[in-house]
């Protein structure tokens, strides 16, 4: 199973960009779909997550700000970022997972939010 992210760029602080996360095909026993970060510097960190069964988690970071979802199909993730900071710099890397604690991770999206 290989999983594509997309839909990061160049976006001025108060902006808003959506990422996106496919897989090549459905995960058997799909857990869970997230979306994790690192910023320059830094270590790779949780953002949010969603469940197959639709429950929603974020970090404190950015939540209000930030919506996770995804399509039927459990093929399909998506991240809305409004209100974006420059804090919010990062690669966007996106993991699915199954019951079995296997992990499947996407090659990353370039977030850069700058004036």
């Known amino acids: 199973v290989q999983l594509q992210a997309s839909g990061g760029g160049l976006v001025q602080p108060g902006g808003s960009l959506r990422l996106s996360c496919a897989a090549s095909e459905a995960i058997d026993n799909l857990n869970t779909m997230a979306w994790f970060r690192q910023g320059p510097g830094n270590q790779r960190e949780f953002v949010a997550r969603i469940t197959s069964g639709g429950s929603v988690k974020y970090d404190d970071s950015v939540k209000g700000r930030f919506t996770i979802s995804g399509d039927n199909s459990k093929t399909r993730i998506y991240l809305q970022m409004d209100n974006l900071k420059p804090e919010d710099t990062g690669i966007y890397y996106c993991?699915?997972?199954?019951?079995?604690?296997?992990?499947?991770w996407g090659q990353g999206t370039l977030v850069t939010v700058s004036s």
């Open positions: 993991k699915f997972r199954d019951y079995n604690a296997n992990d499947y």
